[in-house]
């Protein structure tokens, strides 16, 4: 009987999940390093500056700690973001193609690697 509930509590809590998806609400924190403090830690580093070096400069601007420093951890995580995102183009094309498609109500197909690259 217990486990009925749980599965039932689980189904309920997807449902709502997915409802709130729909409507563009997703949980979870707003990121730290917003796109213009990525766009100067990128114009630094070219500039042969390191993100020890850059990290004091940047302020976060909403939140929780906003007026703080972002950790170094951080910064990293973003530029492995953000070179993740610039080697794969046609992911990030995919990924706003399908969400637009489930924002309309479709879903999508899923894709092979050889269809994505063909279609790019």
Request: net charge neutral; aromatic share 2%; glycine share 8%.
């Amino acid at each position: 009987m217990a486990e009925t509930e749980r599965e039932n509590i689980r189904e309920s809590t997807l449902e709502g999940l997915d409802t709130a998806a729909r409507k563009g609400k997703h949980g979870g924190r707003p990121p730290v390093i917003t796109d213009d403090m990525l766009h100067t830690v990128l114009r630094r580093r070219a500039g042969g500056e390191s993100v020890e070096q850059i990290q004091p400069d940047l302020i976060i601007p909403t939140g929780k700690r906003k007026g703080h420093n972002p950790s170094v951890a951080s910064i990293y995580r973003a530029l492995a973001e953000h070179a993740k995102r610039e080697a794969h183009p046609e992911a990030v094309d995919a990924a706003h193609a399908d969400f637009a498609a489930m924002n309309n109500g479709a879903v999508p197909e899923p894709r092979t690697q050889t269809e994505v690259l063909k279609s790019h």
